[in-house]
């Protein structure tokens, strides 16, 4: 069975970038034809698609957000990151790594998903 565990800092200030990581076992990263996604749900709000890895390191983004994430991958680590940059308390939500097996921007669609993690932005 694949698990996804995000990882990394629960705060963050404003202008600050954070980074979360997201390990997967029990499947390869690398395997046809599967998309590696980050979602967010911010308090009180619906859930967002924010971007995504594809099984061929292609990465793929939400448009409104293009120039605030980086998304990579290391395969020796079976890994996949989210970089998010000059947050604001806007971005507070708890974050979650999911694998879909096509490519979709729908964040409710997707056959395995972390557990998630909260990040909070303030100063």
């Known amino acids: 069975q694949v698990q996804l565990q995000e990882s990394g800092p629960g705060l963050a200030k404003p202008s600050q970038t954070f980074s979360l990581t997201c390990t997967v076992s029990?499947?390869?990263?690398?395997?046809?034809?599967?998309?590696w996604n980050w979602i967010r749900q911010p308090p009180g709000k619906g859930l967002e698609w924010l971007g995504a890895?594809?099984?061929?390191?292609?990465?793929h983004c939400n448009p409104s957000l293009c120039r605030r994430i980086s998304i990579s991958r290391d395969t020796s680590k079976n890994q996949f990151t989210l970089k998010l940059f000059s947050v604001t308390p806007e971005d507070t939500a708890v974050y979650y790594c999911?694998?879909?097996?096509?490519?979709?921007?729908?964040?409710?669609?997707?056959?395995?998903r972390g557990q998630g993690t909260q990040v909070t932005v303030s100063s």
């Open positions: 999911a694998r879909n097996f096509r490519f979709s921007e729908n964040p409710d669609e997707y056959d395995y």
């Open positions: 029990g499947g390869s990263i690398t395997a046809n034809f599967y998309y």
């Open positions: 890895i594809a099984y061929d390191g292609m990465p």
